[in-house]
């Protein structure tokens, strides 16, 4: 990510808005090069969302309105996912509090695949796999559901999965 510029936060789109339910396109070779840019905006949301929330590992496109199939994760080192595919996933499920920038405040407890794979693009268009599990397997499915336009409120396990993140202390 370049360094001593501007950062360039864009606005998350937040839960109520129709965009996050649609499903992106995919990112052509073609297109590579001209979203750089849109990878250092993620970079900027996604630390600025840090900074105020104390919370934040990846973010997808779809999230700052932008209907393309990318994925920014940020856990040690950036790490660009361009058009991923979820191939191979457990059987074996768990349940987590699952939080999200488009809706800050609020948990919801889903139930997720403790591992999966992935096949992608990097930015030099080599395709790479990526087999996680636990808390890594669980964040890539939720950034990918929003490429599909699937968020966490619809994975809900029941109607008593929603809990204020200030409320956290209380669950389970």
Request: charged share 30%; glycine share 6%; net charge negative.
């Amino acid at each position: 990510m370049k360094k001593g510029y501007d950062m360039a936060v864009k606005e998350v789109l937040l839960l109520g808005n129709l965009q996050l339910y649609e499903a992106s396109t995919p990112v052509g070779k073609e297109e590579v090069e001209h979203i750089r840019s849109l990878i250092d905006d993620l970079h900027d949301t996604l630390m600025d969302f840090r900074k105020k929330y104390s919370a934040g590992r990846a973010i997808a496109s779809p999230q700052i309105g932008v209907m393309k199939r990318l994925i920014y994760l940020h856990i040690d080192e950036p790490v660009v996912i361009i058009n991923p595919l979820m191939g191979w996933k457990s059987r074996e499920m768990m349940e987590v509090w699952d939080d999200c920038m488009c809706f800050p405040d609020l948990l919801v407890r889903v139930s997720r695949h403790r591992r999966c794979r992935i096949t992608y693009r990097d930015l030099d268009w080599k395709e790479t796999r990526m087999d996680l599990e636990g808390d890594l397997s669980e964040l890539i499915q939720h950034e990918y559901d929003h490429l599909e336009g699937i968020l966490a409120v619809s994975r809900a396990i029941d109607g008593k999965s929603f809990a204020l993140r200030s409320q956290r202390k209380f669950l389970p």
